[in-house]
């Protein structure tokens, strides 16, 4: 298996084996990133560079590598637009965390999302309390959207990303 085709073998192998970790292990690993989740994607990536490139270290080896997760990447896009059955295979449906003012809490758990997080969510969407929430989801990107019951509250989307804001530039 030497050679470039060794390199494509083992790069669609690491694509597949990245692309079925990530469905096991949720989207909620997608839009929150921690200083564990850093650390863990750079040693993924440094961990899996040698099982796709193998002994050649050549620019024409890496540039090789590059050139098939773009093109796997890109076809696996198409695929799923065109085809819902495969979609829904590769990607998690969208979760409701709460309806109507009530939160499931059941499901927060099981998704891994505290209490401290979705209140967190709310303010970031103008909403105090959860009786205030007519829905909030979790979304296929790993993110949660907040639609209060105000209407002359503005909608927003909340990204689940650490982000180190000035608060007092914020007033």
Do not use: W
């Amino acid at each position: 298996m030497e050679g470039y085709f060794g390199i494509i073998l083992r790069c669609v192998s690491v694509y597949l084996f990245m692309l079925i970790a990530l469905r096991i292990f949720g989207k909620k690993e997608l839009s929150q990133l921690n200083t564990a989740d850093v650390i863990l994607i750079l040693l993924i990536s440094n961990a899996v560079q040698n099982a796709m490139v193998g002994p050649n270290v050549s620019l024409e080896g890496g540039l090789l590598a590059a050139f098939i997760l773009f093109v796997l990447n890109f076809g696996m896009k198409k695929l799923m637009y065109k085809n819902k059955s495969f979609r829904k295979l590769i990607e998690q449906d969208p979760e409701i965390l709460i309806h109507k003012g009530k939160a499931n809490f059941e499901k927060l758990g099981i998704l891994g999302i505290s209490s401290d997080e979705l209140f967190e969510a709310m303010r970031e969407h103008g909403v105090e309390h959860i009786k205030d929430v007519k829905l909030a989801m979790l979304e296929i990107d790993g993110n949660i959207s907040i639609i209060s019951g105000d209407d002359n509250l503005k909608q927003t989307h909340y990204k689940r990303k650490h982000n180190h804001k000035n608060l007092e530039g914020a007033n």
